[in-house]
């Protein structure tokens, strides 16, 4: 994931990053499905990169629902 990509995540709300959270997720099952199926996936790499994705997601939700809780206290 570029610097400018990291950037237009950290920019969007809580609710578009769970969206795109569901979405990353839900392609990940798919393409462990299919290689539990036996069929050939073109670039496996492309496992590894979507769990890094997730984990930045997951990172920037974590952040923005820490700043909601500092500022209502």
Do not use: C, W
């Amino acid at each position: 994931m570029k610097k400018k990509e990291k950037q237009a995540l950290k920019a969007k709300d809580e609710k578009d990053l769970i969206k795109l959270l569901a979405e990353k997720r839900k392609k990940l099952q798919e393409l462990r499905f299919s290689i539990s199926l036996g069929e050939k996936v073109k670039n496996i790499k492309e496992i590894s990169k979507l769990k890094k994705e997730i984990a930045v997601i997951l990172t920037f939700i974590n952040q923005k629902r820490k700043e909601k809780e500092n500022k209502s206290n």
